[in-house]
């Protein structure tokens, strides 16, 4: 059983006095190394950690948000495109030539309400069989970039929307298209 002596000494080592100072200050600063050294980068990283989450979330807010309209453009691509145009039936007005084609789709973009970064041929396949690959950047919202697929799709010279990637960035949404056109081969 617990003495009373016993009972006075413990009661005495929690008492603050010189003689148990040593062990109590050598207590604090063993449980403040603890809580710098290991506890507060564990923190730092549960911090980075929810950072990451919220950007996550963020991102996936914006692909649920995209997620219509990317089947509303997969429709209006998959829909009826002049695809199984005869290059060799081609006139002078379904075909453009190499120096007027960046510039003429960039007047379409522009008139659709786009923000054109660039518009330049595809070196590698350049005016391969009367075909001519134009890469291009722009950026705007999606609603005109459905302004201007509507109003390029019908021309005479747009054979295919070969590629069509959207990403967010600060301004809004960033497009990158590569267009198939029959190219005037004079």
Known sequence: MITM??????KSAFRPSRRNLPPLVLCLAVIAVFIFWLLLPLIRQNHALE??????R???QVQRALHPVHHELRALLDGPLPLGVDLEDLDHESTLA???AAPHVQALAESAGLQVR???PDASA???DGVLLLDSAMSGDVPRLLNFLREISPAP???DVQSLEISS???GEEFRLRLRIAMDRD
Do not use: C, K, N, T
């Open 58 to 60: 963020e991102q996936i």
């Open 98 to 100: 190499l120096e007027s």
């Open 126 to 128: 350049l005016a391969r």
């Open 169 to 171: 960035s600060h301004d």
């Open 51 to 56: 950072a990451q989450v919220g950007e996550r």
């Open 157 to 159: 010279w747009m054979l």
């Open 5 to 10: 002596a016993r009972m006075h000494s413990v």
């Open 118 to 120: 660039f518009i330049r």
